[in-house]
């Protein structure tokens, strides 16, 4: 059953900041893209890297994984290079002064 969690007050990140969390027992990349707030699984589909707050290029609004390039769109999640593949995605939303994040 999906169920709403708190992962982390609003002021803890900052725009164009990307910051990792856990939820239910997933661990989580919590983006804010231009005041765009996103919320991913921390694995890149590949072959399953774990992905940290240093993969983000905010300038581009990319993730990045560190293991063989992949770069993947920081609002869809969709990967950019190689095409094809995407990040787990899962609803987030603000909520007096907290990062929900729905598991």
Known sequence: MDRWHDVMKADDLWEDEMACASAGGTKLLIVNAGGELRAFKAVCPHQMTELTEDDFDPEEKRIL???HQWEFDALSGDSINPTGEELTR????LRDGMIRVRI
């Open 65 to 67: 994984c560190p293991s």
């Open 90 to 93: 899962y609803e987030v939303e």
